[in-house]
């Protein structure tokens, strides 16, 4: 593909690992939803990974009222979504820690003069309140921070492409000129309908559930969404670089 002109990268799971916490922010209150409808339905951190993953909270109520066959209110629904953004906001402010090795390489991509860009379906505060505890906001400007949830008008969520031709809009490059690195199959959907050449980065699997998982993981990026590159450590990220540029 030749010279890479953006670096777009995706951040929870991928730059910080954030997933797992938001996920036991959102438990208590998605079980607060299931109460207040009568559902009888218990969810916990594993349980809402397992079926969420990669999805913002707004995308998660809009599936769960599906699974469950009950409606909320568009009130309701911003009014929750609202309180777990507050929630999760606090959560990453205090714990979040990156990826291993997240650091080290965005240091040398920086060095290469690579432009950099976060591209997130998470809502924006929660993306930065999860650089900025990681001390890697420093890599990127504010208003190259993109989130399905609060940079589009109306709001959106992967697997749906729209932020990822939004980010290339804003900074003027063409999706097939930038590479992305996505963890989840949501993620690196939007990035293979925006047609943004995809590395895969499965490492976090393995630290949550072990190899077998990573492994999984990385073949299904492969076969169903196009990854050009697996990439089970940042550690690689150099020789990735080189191969996508190849």
């Given at each position: 593909?030749?010279k890479?002109?953006y670096?777009?990268?995706?951040?929870?799971?991928?730059?910080c690992?954030?997933?797992?916490l938001a996920?036991?922010?959102c438990?208590d209150l998605?079980?607060?939803v299931?109460?207040k409808?009568n559902i009888?339905?218990t969810?916990?951190?594993?349980?809402?990974?397992e079926d969420?993953?990669g999805?913002?909270?707004?995308?998660?109520?809009?599936?769960?009222?599906?699974k469950?066959n009950?409606?909320?209110?568009?009130?309701?629904?911003?009014?929750?979504?609202a309180?777990e953004?507050g929630?999760?906001?606090k959560?990453?402010?205090?714990?979040?820690?990156?990826c291993?090795?997240?650091?080290?390489?965005?240091e040398?991509?920086k060095?290469q003069?690579?432009?950099?860009s976060?591209v997130?379906?998470?809502?924006k505060p929660r993306?930065?309140a999860?650089l900025e505890?990681?001390?890697?906001?420093?890599f990127?400007k504010?208003?190259h921070?993109?989130?399905?949830?609060?940079s589009l008008d109306?709001?959106?969520?992967?697997?749906?492409?729209a932020?990822?031709?939004h980010?290339c809009?804003?900074l003027g490059?063409k999706p097939e000129?930038?590479i992305t690195?996505?963890?989840s199959?949501?993620?690196?959907t939007?990035?293979?309908?925006a047609?943004i050449?995809?590395v895969?980065y499965?490492?976090?699997y393995?630290l949550?559930?072990?190899?077998e998982?990573?492994?999984e993981?990385g073949?299904?990026?492969?076969?169903?969404?196009?990854?050009k590159?697996?990439?089970?450590?940042?550690?690689?990220w150099q020789e990735?670089m080189?191969?996508?540029?190849e």
């Amino acid at each position: 593909m030749g010279k890479v002109k953006y670096v777009l990268l995706d951040c929870d799971n991928t730059l910080c690992q954030s997933e797992r916490l938001a996920f036991e922010a959102c438990a208590d209150l998605t079980n607060e939803v299931m109460k207040k409808y009568n559902i009888d339905a218990t969810y916990n951190t594993d349980s809402l990974l397992e079926d969420f993953v990669g999805h913002n909270f707004r995308n998660m109520l809009v599936g769960l009222q599906k699974k469950h066959n009950f409606e909320m209110s568009a009130g309701e629904v911003d009014t929750f979504v609202a309180r777990e953004l507050g929630e999760v906001t606090k959560k990453l402010s205090e714990k979040c820690v990156e990826c291993p090795g997240v650091t080290e390489q965005l240091e040398w991509t920086k060095s290469q003069g690579y432009p950099m860009s976060v591209v997130s379906t998470s809502a924006k505060p929660r993306v930065v309140a999860s650089l900025e505890r990681c001390n890697l906001m420093r890599f990127f400007k504010l208003e190259h921070v993109y989130s399905a949830a609060t940079s589009l008008d109306p709001p959106s969520s992967k697997p749906d492409p729209a932020i990822y031709l939004h980010a290339c809009k804003e900074l003027g490059v063409k999706p097939e000129e930038c590479i992305t690195v996505e963890d989840s199959k949501s993620g690196s959907t939007a990035a293979m309908r925006a047609g943004i050449p995809l590395v895969a980065y499965v490492g976090i699997y393995k630290l949550e559930d072990g190899e077998e998982k990573m492994n999984e993981m990385g073949k299904k990026l492969q076969e169903e969404c196009k990854a050009k590159v697996v990439m089970n450590d940042w550690s690689e990220w150099q020789e990735v670089m080189r191969k996508m540029e190849e």
